[in-house]
């Protein structure tokens, strides 16, 4: 019977196990598996942070290059902030921008890889860094603020991420930026602070002697104190303790020495009280500091400090002043934290590999070097400064035909492209019959001191794993653009290697629109192969020839706004339209004169509202009279605001752009289009050519000359005009 009972305990224990393990599956061990087949990473929270990198100092200088990925809280602020067909350049690094300032990076892969050619292949140390921002430094400033995504909190939960490890032992930081003010805002404090305001607070100064328990706690210290000072002049009971009485608030006042000099040291006394000693030292003692002193003493209690002259106290307030600042420095340096494997990375000028990694750059610039630069162009040149050598392995597949064969034309993800570049790292037990077809290249794991050459954590979309399939993506990729590493002695030289030349600093800005960055010169071409499935869903996109609407009459499609527009400038005239969201949109017209001629005329008909108005064909697309419309640049303008609401008319709304058609063009220019169009007309009245050949509705076939006058993009106001 015992037996019995003790079976069903045990069974109810582990079916108690595996249902916390269903519930919580982000609570992840960080311990290491001897099993080759499920060894986990080296996981490096703060507890184990000082080793972790000095191992992986050593790894990073032997290392040929170094692949990283990051995990972050999520990506997009708000919908119209995602990357958009219509999103120039310099839009999409304000968007990247955006997306880095508002979310905060929770865990950071970093994995060196190293050849050996001993053994013909790539000894990689995969480092598995979880990261969360902490307000080291006390009294700098308010808390670490950043935003959330549920999809990306799901996602990671998904993926069994551990947030207790992240929140409760996660790595914090200081930025480059952060540590540079830190340190300028502690020299210009103890430049400019004086011996006296070091001892005196200005509560203290200000505070009144009004309550009775004060006045009688401030006349019984004055008291102590002074008995304790005539003891000390007397040269008589140094070092003795002095004891109060049974009901007096101060327990115990002992004599130690401070700096070569006699002290009483203040023990259970609350804050108030402090103040109430500090104020009845400066008032009633010349040659006795009140200092809260700590660091270089044993006991970091508030003490009162004996000298013998104003020069020894002004001595002893310098060397108060001295030390405090040593352990403020102390504090700072510290906080970088983290920071403390970028420098490394940055300092060693290697090879850095990651994938669709322009985010990931923007995430490192901006958490551990300084603020995000206003432009790409500035943007561009900081980053080459930290980090010269960048690979983009998504760039590599995309822009090689060879490689989009090896992954059988399917998608370029990280994980596919892993499982069909690297099929003996992905899956151990594949066939040899498959290995035969392509050279394979042979990676080895080594975590702490233990290698292996088959190795597969399985833990996907976590940043120390996904950074070793990155890698491992490279190494492949290498050896079929015909890189013998063979041929090689280490360390490799890939930074300067012929055939990686055309990959490296290249980088996707922008999958979706296939437009890819040369952060060496910050100009933007598109990709070959990678995209071309995306560009073909539009027309040549010409910025100039774009208006923005918004707050536009709700359920409106794209289908009726262009029918609204051709009605108007002819059935030609509009390329293109594409919803931001619910509330704006872009259209494209197929000539930069109707951009101008579109925006003054929904202000007249605006302002006239008149039954011609209401009966124009644009008035369902300016129904209610709140539809608000721009050139492209005032697009610009509103994402570069760091507001971030749900909806785009809100957002512009937030900017403070209040007018209800704005364009950006010189006053000039305007008269100059006026006065061109002044003239046409009367041309047209010369040739008594009738309005109604162009009127609303007009044919197709019908086409209107480049200099043409202004009221004939919109027919009725020019019948209402002649």
């Known amino acids: 019977m015992k037996k019995y009972f003790l079976v069903r305990a045990m069974a109810m224990a582990e079916a108690q196990a595996r249902n916390r393990n269903q519930l919580f599956p982000f609570n992840r061990f960080l311990c290491s598996s001897s099993n080759s087949s499920d060894l986990t990473l080296k996981n490096v929270t703060k507890s184990n942070f000082e080793p972790a990198l000095a191992e992986l100092r050593s790894h990073v200088r032997e290392a040929d290059f170094v692949s990283f990925d990051l995990e972050m809280t999520g990506v997009t602020s708000a919908p119209w902030r995602e990357s958009f067909e219509f999103d120039r350049a310099d839009i999409r690094y304000l968007k990247v921008k955006d997306s880095a300032e508002k979310f905060a990076v929770v865990q950071f892969g970093v994995c060196p890889f190293r050849w050996d050619s001993k053994n013909r292949s790539f000894i990689a140390h995969p480092h598995n860094f979880y990261v969360f921002p902490r307000q080291e430094i006390p009294g700098d400033g308010p808390s670490y603020e ?16 551990d947030f207790n490890a992240c929140i409760y032992e996660g790595i914090s930081y200081l930025s480059r930026r952060q540590e540079e003010e830190g340190l300028r805002r502690l020299n210009s404090v103890y430049n400019d602070e004086s011996s006296e305001s ?15 328990a004060d006045i009688l706690f401030a006349e019984r210290m004055t008291n102590k104190i002074g008995e304790w000072r005539a003891g000390l002049l007397r040269d008589t009971n140094e070092g003795s303790e002095f004891q109060g009485s049974s009901n007096d608030t101060v327990q115990k006042l002992q004599t130690i020495f401070f ?72 504090k700072i340096k510290a906080a970088v934290g983290f920071r403390h494997v970028i420098d490394l990375l940055s300092t060693e000028r290697k090879l850095i ?61 990280l994980s596919k492209a892993f ?68 041929l090689h002695a280490p360390p490799v030289d890939l930074v300067h290697n012929e055939k990686l030349q055309k990959y490296i600093n290249h980088l996707y800005l922008s999958w979706i629109n296939g437009d890819v960055i040369d952060l060496r010169t910050g100009k933007c071409t598109a990709d070959s192969l990678g995209s071309t499935n995306l560009k073909n869903r539009y027309p040549k996109i010409l910025f100039s ?36 969201d619910e509330t704006a949109a872009f259209v494209q017209f197929s000539k930069q004169e109707f951009v101008s001629s579109f ?21 369902k697309i300016l129904e209610g009279g709140c539809t608000r419309a721009a050139t492209y640049e005032i697009y610009k303008e509103i994402c570069s605001s760091p507001i971030s609401e749900v909806l785009f008319s809100n957002q512009a709304e937030a900017v403070g752009i209040e007018w209800r058609t704005r364009q950006l063009e010189p006053a000039v220019e305007v008269e100059k289009q006026e006065d061109r169009a002044s003239s046409f007309s009367q041309d047209q009245d010369r040739k008594e050519t009738s309005p109604i ?3 609303a509705g007009a044919p197709s076939s019908c086409h209107f000359p480049t200099d043409e006058l202004v009221d004939s993009f919109y027919p009725v106001q020019a019948q209402l005009s002649k």
């Open 146 to 161: 950043f935003s959330c995504q549920t999809t990306s909190l799901d996602f990671l939960a998904k993926y069994q991420f």
């Open 198 to 212: 070091l001892s005196s607070s200005k509560a203290v100064a200000d505070m009144q002697l009004v309550r009775m």
């Open 259 to 330: 700096k070569m000099r006699p002290a009483l040291v203040l023990n259970v006394l609350t804050s108030r009280q402090l103040r109430l000693i500090e104020l009845v030292i400066k008032k009633h003692f010349e040659d006795l500091v009140y200092v809260h002193a700590t660091g270089e003493i044993s006991c970091p209690q508030p003490l009162v400090v004996y000298t013998d002259s104003t020069t020894d106290r002004d001595l002893l307030m310098r060397e108060i002043k001295h030390c405090r600042k040593n352990e403020a420095v102390t």
């Open 353 to 413: 590999v990651g994938h669709n990694c322009f985010l990931d750059i923007a995430h490192i610039y901006n958490k551990f070097v300084g603020p995000l630069p206003l432009t790409v162009e500035e943007y561009v040149s900081e980053v080459q400064k930290h980090f010269p050598y960048i690979v983009d392995t998504k760039v590599m597949l995309n822009s090689d035909s060879s490689f989009l064969h090896l992954v059988k034309k399917g998608s370029t993800s």
């Open 419 to 486: 499982t069909f570049l690297c099929p003996q790292i992905a899956s151990p037990n594949v066939s040899s019959i498959v290995l035969a077809d392509n050279p394979r290249i042979k990676v080895e794991v080594q975590v702490d001191d233990k290698r292996f050459s088959n190795w597969n954590s399985g833990a996907k979309h976590e940043a120390g794993y996904d950074a070793f399939m990155t890698g491992c993506v490279f190494a492949q990729a290498c050896t079929h653009l015909g890189i013998d590493f063979n």
């Open 545 to 580: 020839n774009i208006v923005i609407l918004w707050d536009l009459p709700s359920n409106l499609k794209a289908r009726e706004i262009k029918e609204c527009m051709s009605k108007v400038f002819g059935t030609d005239s509009v390329t293109s339209v594409f919803h931001l």
């Open 599 to 619: 925006l003054e005329l929904k202000d007249t008909l605006e302002q006239k509202y008149d039954p011609i108005s209401v009966l124009h064909p644009l008035s």
């Open 693 to 695: 050949t162009i009127a």
